[in-house]
């Protein structure tokens, strides 16, 4: 089946697995993940996603805190991001970026495919995934993300309506 088809739910399971993966690892989620499919572009949107040391440090010293850790995040987490939406999609990642805007409290994150999102394939059905087992495969054991099975679901599902 093509993205196209199950783009919100798409969509929404990744603002899900963003919101339980930055909640999990820092401490806290962020209050609100907009997940938009544009074209080449993947958008994720986190609004007010300060971790806890946010809350804690004054403005001044504030800023300072939350481009390092967020950079450090970039650095280890997007890539293995980038991989697992290549596991479940036939899609190439060719860049992720991100800027923070800090007075919304917002962070925004790109990927750029090699094609239109909406045109992948989707390998792996992504609905059936269990998100805590999800996390600790994309994050902690990237050498275990999820494989697709042999068969072509969409030969499956037109089966399934003989």
């Not at 917002?106 to 609905?127: C, G």
Request: net charge neutral; aromatic share 12%.
């Amino acid at each position: 089946m093509l993205l196209k088809e199950v783009r919100e739910d798409f969509e929404k399971f990744l603002s899900q697995l963003i919101t339980k993966g930055r909640k999990y690892y820092l401490g806290r989620g962020p209050r609100k993940v907009v997940v938009l499919i544009r074209r080449n572009y993947l958008i994720i949107e986190l609004q007010d996603f300060l971790t806890l040391t946010g809350w804690v440090l004054l403005d001044t010293e504030l800023w300072g805190v939350v481009e390092h850790l967020e950079e450090a995040v970039a650095n280890k987490y997007y890539n293995l991001f980038s991989k697992f939406l290549e596991a479940i999609l036939d899609i190439k990642v060719l860049s992720h970026c991100y800027t923070l805007i800090s007075e919304t409290k917002t962070k925004s994150v790109f990927f750029v495919a090699d094609r239109p999102w909406e045109q992948a394939e989707v390998k792996i059905p992504f609905q059936s995934l269990d998100l805590n087992t999800l996390l600790e495969r994309v994050f902690f054991n990237p050498k275990v993300l999820p494989e697709a099975d042999k068969t072509n679901h969409r030969e499956q599902v037109n089966s399934e309506k003989i």
